[in-house]
């Protein structure tokens, strides 16, 4: 199995998830931190020169490594850059690729569908895994590999003009705590007020799909469609508990809600509720934190 990573800090969950699949994994990945990362992981880590990132070179260098080390499958995250290069393999490769795994068990995968649903697929190797970050314990590293240089060469078909950052929130898919605001939220003024209680917590803050998709008061949102979560604490506050936001917060450790509406769906995922307005219950939280 082929295991690639974008990200230093997706190695560990990958590693995790391709043991679900093979003993006999070979590592890749185009970036000098996320090498070294790897080699806590894997004996054998391929660090592969291929400029700065394009899809059409990434995936015809994965393609021929893939070949070359006779793989029987890929596994990489189910990120921007993960899914577009994967996409572009599988095309390449004439093998499926499965998108947003979130679990693999036996013979099949748990994939999200449509950020509302999810579907059980049966696992036929060769093919392309795309995990979804977060889904997955992130292993311990063991290992002290050897990385080997690979520098590959073909033709852009993608010309760079300018690079913009993305504005990025803050990653509470590494958080311990996650205080999350709902559409019971009023102004984006009142998230001040969530991230003093997320600071007294050594928390983060994050929003529901409605701030961040329609309102656009954060980059990212906390749900299945979004960023999925796992904190030893989550607060829902004001938040109703769609489908699609539950399924992404649902492996929290413990799960608080505080909603004025008695009959909100948050409640029935939730080991502690407060019914209450927000408004009140959060300045009083933080007043007892305080205290403390």
């Not at 090498?35 to 291929?50: M, P």
């Not at 393609?63 to 290069?85: D, R």
Request: hydrophobic residues 45%.
């Amino acid at each position: 199995m082929l295991v690639v990573a974008f990200e230093a800090k997706q190695v560990a969950e990958n590693f995790s998830a391709s043991s679900k699949l093979s003993s006999d994994l070979v590592f890749a990945c185009f970036d000098e931190s996320v090498a070294e990362e790897g080699k806590k992981f894997f004996k054998e880590v391929y660090l592969i020169k291929a400029g700065d990132y394009d899809p059409f070179v990434y995936s015809e260098a994965l393609k021929e490594l893939y070949n070359e080390v006779g793989a029987k499958g890929i596994l990489m995250e189910s990120s921007a850059k993960g899914v577009a290069v994967a996409s572009m393999l599988s095309a390449k490769l004439n093998i499926r690729c499965v998108s947003d795994v979130k679990a693999i068990e036996d013979n099949y995968v748990k994939r999200s569908a449509l950020g509302a649903a999810e579907a059980k697929v049966k696992l036929e190797l060769p093919a392309i895994i795309c995990v979804k970050p977060g889904s997955f314990e992130k292993a311990e590293g063991k290992e002290s590999g050897e990385v080997k240089v690979v520098e590959k060469s073909f033709e852009r078909k993608i010309n760079l003009l300018e690079f913009k950052e993305k504005e990025k929130g803050a990653d509470i898919s590494e958080a311990e705590v996650v205080v999350c605001a709902g559409r019971g939220v009023k102004k984006k003024e009142d998230l001040a007020m969530l991230e003093e209680l997320a600071k007294l917590l050594n928390g983060a803050v994050g929003v529901s799909r409605p701030l961040s998709a329609d309102l656009k008061w954060m980059p990212n949102w906390v749900g299945m469609s979004g960023i999925t979560v796992k904190p030893k604490l989550y607060i829902g506050v004001g938040v109703s508990g769609q489908i699609q936001h539950v399924a992404g917060i649902r492996d929290s450790k413990i799960i608080v809600a505080i909603n004025n509406d008695p009959k909100a769906p948050i409640f029935e995922n939730a080991d502690y509720g407060i019914v209450g307005d927000l408004y009140e219950v959060v300045p009083k939280l933080i007043e007892k934190l305080k205290q403390s």
